[in-house]
DNA sequence: GTAAGGATGCGCT
DNA sequence: GCGCATCCTTACG
């Protein structure tokens, strides 16, 4: 178990390398002095402007420019008019790609997480378990208080968002899937196994 | 200026 | 498994 940070040579590798390499990893939030932290369970791989799922596909808009930029970058986008989700930007600086982070298994602060997700109006659920405190791309930003104030922030150099070595998942433990919410892709690439978890996980979101 | 849709989550059946 | 909330981002006029 180690407490390293992951710099920016990390995520400088091909994203589907990079995507299976973090799962087991630490998602590291200090907010107030305080860390919320996690360990990952469940990343998306989203590779490019061929990509059709990928956001990069219509081109650099002043949203998802962060993605085109330089690797071990936090890329935030909102979606669904309610929805914040945090990505790392892979691969060389001019090429879009990035890790979507969907899930967590809360591991310090989680009283902190599901107050936050309480206060939002999700009382009857967030007293359940910990598992629903940041299963899900959403879920996990509020719990974690991430959002597109911390689009571009440097993962390698950022006192308020980082990853930790932790405690990687042995290869054999790490399941591939198809991609989730992307019915609007073309057939490839939906059909491409790009989404990792960590097998038998509880925290892991939805199929 | 305006309209359509989206890398979701919740609650109910 | 299904409907709906909710509003930013984008494309188009």
Known sequence: MSTARLGADFFARPTLVAAVDLIGRRLVR????RRLAGRIVEVEAYIGAADTACHAHRGCTPCNRVMFGPP????????????????????????????????????EGVDSMRRRRARAGRLRMARRDAAWTAGGPGRLCQALAIDRGLDGEDLEASPRLFFEEGR?????DVARTTRVGIDSAAPRDRAAPWRFILSGNPCVSRR
């Open 72 to 107: 071990g970058h936090a890329y935030v986008y909102f979606t669904y008019g309610m929805h914040q989700m945090l990505n790392v930007v892979t691969e060389r600086d001019g090429f879009p790609a990035a890790i979507l982070v969907r899930a967590l298994e809360p591991e």
């Open 30 to 33: 200090v907010r107030r002095g």
């Open 168 to 172: 990687p998942a042995a290869r054999r």
